[in-house]
């Protein structure tokens, strides 16, 4: 399978913990997005990735979550100090900017659950 | 975060039936994408638009891109059980750049056999 893949696919977690997701992208894709998505909505944009490089964060992500490219490859997605709130499917996704045009292929997404 | 418009939110059909349903937005987009999301699953692309007035077709599934630009529909032809799932509108605003996508509410499509 050459899609996205992330990981775990659930986790569930105390208040106050911290949790790290990993997202792997399609291989020659040069850009790397996280969503969050809530029960009954649309997914909503935290962050995104041109190669290492972190070139947008929404004002969702707090000063609790950090996401990170090191080699520009996989990303992780950290979450300190979890909160009830923090409660959601957090997706990956990835494209390739072609002629102008970029198709975002998403992961399964990590079901995240906070106690 | 802003959302896109999505119609109707729900719908109920019965196998066989065509089935549409529409993308709104106060603002121009540049291009549209449609996603099918299963439960606990991530969404899967059906469908990208890229010029205003573009009709694209993916198997029984046909999307165009509104002259306005402001708008965008997916038609569903000879609904089968396997259809049954959330559908996601998500488009470009033309003021943005190409990472800033916006996705609708959704339409969840149920088919009854």
């Known amino acids: 399978d050459t899609g996205v893949s992330q990981d775990p696919r659930h986790k569930i977690t105390k208040r106050g913990q911290n949790v790290t997701f990993r997202c792997d992208p399609i291989?020659?894709?040069?850009?790397l997005y996280w969503y969050r998505q809530t029960l009954g909505q649309g997914p909503e944009f935290l962050t995104y990735?041109?190669?290492?490089?972190?070139?947008?964060k929404s004002r969702l992500l707090s000063d609790r979550f950090s996401a990170e490219r090191p080699k520009g490859s996989f990303s992780t997605l950290e979450i300190q100090r979890t909160e009830q709130g923090d409660s959601a499917m957090y997706l990956c996704a990835s494209s390739l900017l072609a002629g102008g045009h970029t198709r975002r292929y998403f992961g399964p997404g990590t079901r995240l659950t906070v106690l | 975060g802003q959302q896109l418009n999505q119609s109707p939110q729900s719908m109920f059909i019965q196998e066989g039936e065509d089935v549409s349903m529409n993308c709104t937005s106060s603002s121009i987009f540049n291009t549209w994408l449609w996603y099918k999301q299963d439960p606990g699953e991530g969404p899967v692309l059906l469908i990208a638009l890229y010029k205003a007035g573009e009709l694209t077709s993916n198997g029984r599934l046909t999307a165009q891109f509104g002259i306005t630009r402001k708008d965008s529909f997916l038609n569903i032809s000879a609904s089968i059980p396997s259809d049954v799932g959330i559908y996601f509108c998500a488009g470009q605003p033309f003021t943005s750049g190409t990472y800033k996508y916006i996705f609708g509410t959704g339409t969840r499509l149920k088919v009854l056999a």
């Open positions: 990735f041109q190669n290492e490089a972190q070139l947008e």
């Open positions: 291989s020659e894709h040069n850009r």
